[in-house]
């Protein structure tokens, strides 16, 4: 198309106005172009990261306080510090007398002491050893604030702020505030870290002295035992140089050892409180029983216990009970300590026999009193040895001739106590041993014999005693349960005296024994080598053991087995028949001993150390064992927890199993017992029991229907008589009221009828005794009617 040359734009108005919106449009679109260009130029958002500011200095600088303040926080944790300085002080003053006195040559040092010294020693270490490890902890924790400060130290960033002037300026509160802080946290660093090292020194040098003062004592307890067997001193019957019989500054000595022994005391104080605690249990077990008795009106209840030791007040049984096992807490105390316990011991069974024991028996008693006191007050005294060895001469003597009369009575009067008549042999022999090796210049040996000879049987008389006392607080609380629980009131103490008679001759034997071998100055060496075995690992294929483990794991079997024979006895059960309103209790008393039979087990499993994995071969080897013929061992056991937790029989119920008739007397893992009428025990398998149907006519309540049938001759009004009969039968004590009785006449012929009489027992107990006493009442009030009783 061709456009004409003379063709103008004002001509055609469309195409001017079409025109200007390109024009715009296109202009639009360049400023578009232009800015999208601009925009692609603009690099600012890929600046470096790198560059810090402000909020990154500021959190630098909150790790630098959060770093102080941790060092205050950490260093205030450290509160043993003032504690350990006063124990160390405590412990290098008790090493210094140690010290003193193992470098001393003189012979003043005894066996006895010297193992008092090595219990001193051990516990020194352990202490020591106790603050070293804490210092070592604080230590630890005090580099580890100084390796977090050298860390700051190094930080780029850090030590930017701290030389740019302009960052200097810009956190100079921070800077104020961060400085006080420094100052305080060197002062601590630095107080603490110089502490702390001065105590590591001080603990390690104790650490140091203490074993080579334990060594030097091992050496000469070692050299006082062989000296002990050769001629320490002149025969008594030879003169004597008057300097080497000069006294000694015997003063000092008993300074040195009161200071010792103190030291002693409060380093072993643990054993001693147990035994304060366990005397004060003793007290309030028998003052409560005694105060629960007198509430109820009961005391009078205890004459028939015939108690000898026990009263209301139990303050010198009690003391009696804490100085007759003072010696088992502390088996290597100091002598001055054994001592004194000895002589309280003696007055308190003195004052406690007093009124007890006739007057010519009181009297020996106080000869041996007097030959145990004196020796004591002679050495308190300080006497030159050759002094102490004609007096101890004196009282050996003296002793021996009253062990052979005192045993003499002992045997003709046929004593039961056994261990007094073989404590009196020993003391015998002891005395014996003593003189000979007075006069034969053996002085140690003498002390060791003498000493021994009177407290092996002051302290076999003490047990008897504290046994006895053991035995009547046992049975009183016996008495006490049985009155809370309205049992009655008496029972067949002998059987329990019997039984506790056994298990506390047990234990009074073997304290005894280990207080003799104390005394006699091997039971340490004794009980090293036993500990030596007993520890010893033994190997049989892959089965790794000890002795100790297989003791161990029998003894907490045995001591199991005897807590869930006897406890019943605590709580007044003793398994008499007449408890026959108990069954609840009875019952949870059996529960208790499945209780304690298998946590017995368990803990024994836990405590013998045996692996878990040998376990599982046993018990495959039970399974094996289970299938091949035990099984019936298997099925009672299973029955008898069925049995105790289903309570479907329990004790006390009158049951009938099978042809078998009785009261259920014990329910026992394997088997239980009835008690028939005839007094006849019949011990049934609980496997037999379940696979049994079980009449129990008590399960749900003791009541039970009685049948009366007689034959009375006619005529005779009936009315009459069923009113007379219900009259009877109402007027009885064991009725059950709620259910009335029924009489039922039936005729037999024109000469008799049968009267049937039904009524309902309250306790099936004395089903019997009622249904005899209201036939005999029947009887008597028919004849008195005039009817005849065929």
Partial sequence: MKFNSHFSIAQRPGLLILFIVLFFNSAGLLAQQKKAVKASNDLSYLSDSTVLNKSDYLLRLGKVFETINQVQVTTSSFYLLKPIAMHLMKDEAAIGLLKNRLSQSDRTLNVQNLQMYQTLLDELETNNLGCMDDLQRYDKE???????????????????????????RMFKAEFVELGKKRIVMDSLIKSNTSLINNLQARTSANIITVRE??????????????????????????????????????????????????????????SRFLLLVLGAAFFFWVYFNFKSLKQRGKLESVKDLNFTFIRQKPYLITLIFILTLAPVFDLLAPALYIESIHVLLALSITALLFNRLPREVFYKWCIF???????????????????????????????????????????????????????????????????????????????????????????????????????????????????????????????????????LGIGVFLIWLTLLLVNLNIFDSLYTTLVAVLTEKRKIGTLVFTFWGILLFLMIIWVANFLQKYIAYFFGDTGDDSLDDN????????????????????????????????????????????????????????????????????????????DKKGRVKEIGIRASTLLTDDGAEIIIPNGAILSNNIIN??????????????????????????????????????????????????PKNKVSSTIKVYFWCKDISMAENTKSTINSIIFDELEEKGIEIL
């Fill in 142 to 168: 005090l580099n580890g604030l100084k390796t977090q400060i050298l860390t700051l130290r190094k930080d780029s960033v850090l030590m930017k702020i701290f030389k740019t002037d302009s960052l200097k």
């Fill in 213 to 270: 003062l334990k060594y030097t004592a091992d050496n000469q307890l070692n050299s006082v035992s062989i000296k002990a067997f050769s001629k320490e001193r002149r025969y008594l019957w030879e003169s004597v140089d008057q300097k080497a019989n000069k006294r000694t500054d015997f003063q000092r000595f008993i300074k040195s050892e009161q200071q010792i022994s103190g030291y002693y005391f409060e380093y072993t104080q643990g």
């Fill in 369 to 503: 009193v007097v030959l145990l006191i004196f020796p004591v007050i002679l050495r308190s005294l300080g006497m030159p040895a050759r002094y102490q060895r004609w007096l101890l001469l004196i009282f050996g003597i003296a002793s021996l001739v009253f062990g052979l009369y005192s045993y003499k009575i002992l045997k003709e009067k046929a004593i039961k106590y056994r261990l007094l008549k073989s404590v009196g042999i020993i003391y015998i022999v002891f005395n014996f041993l003593a003189i000979s090796c007075n006069l034969f210049g053996r002085f140690t040996l003498t002390q060791i014999f003498y000493s021994s000879a009177v407290s092996s049987l002051l302290h076999a008389i003490s047990l008897i005693i504290l046994a006895g006392v053991i035995t009547e607080a046992f049975l009183l609380q016996i008495k006490t349960s049985r009155i809370k629980k309205n049992y009655p009131e008496h029972f067949d103490w002998e059987p329990v005296v019997k039984s506790l008679r056994g298990l």
């Fill in 583 to 658: 069954k609840g209790e009875r019952s949870k008393l059996i529960v208790t001993k499945l209780v304690l039979l298998i946590g017995g087990f368990l803990l024994a499993v836990a405590a013998s150390g045996l692996p878990i994995d040998k376990i599982t071969v046993v018990l495959g080897a039970l399974g094996v064992g289970i299938g091949l013929g035990l099984q019936n061992i298997v099925s009672n056991f299973v029955s008898g927890i069925i049995l105790i937790f289903d309570k479907t029989v329990r004790i006390g119920d009158v049951v009938e199993i099978s």
């Fill in 697 to 746: 006519w008590t399960l749900t309540n003791n009541q039970m229907r009685v049948v009366i049938e007689f034959s009375v001759s006619n005529p005779f009004q009936r009315e009459e008589v069923i009113d007379l009969i219900k009259g009877v039968v109402a007027s009885s004590d064991n009725i059950f009221t709620s259910k009335e009785p029924k009489v039922i006449i039936v």
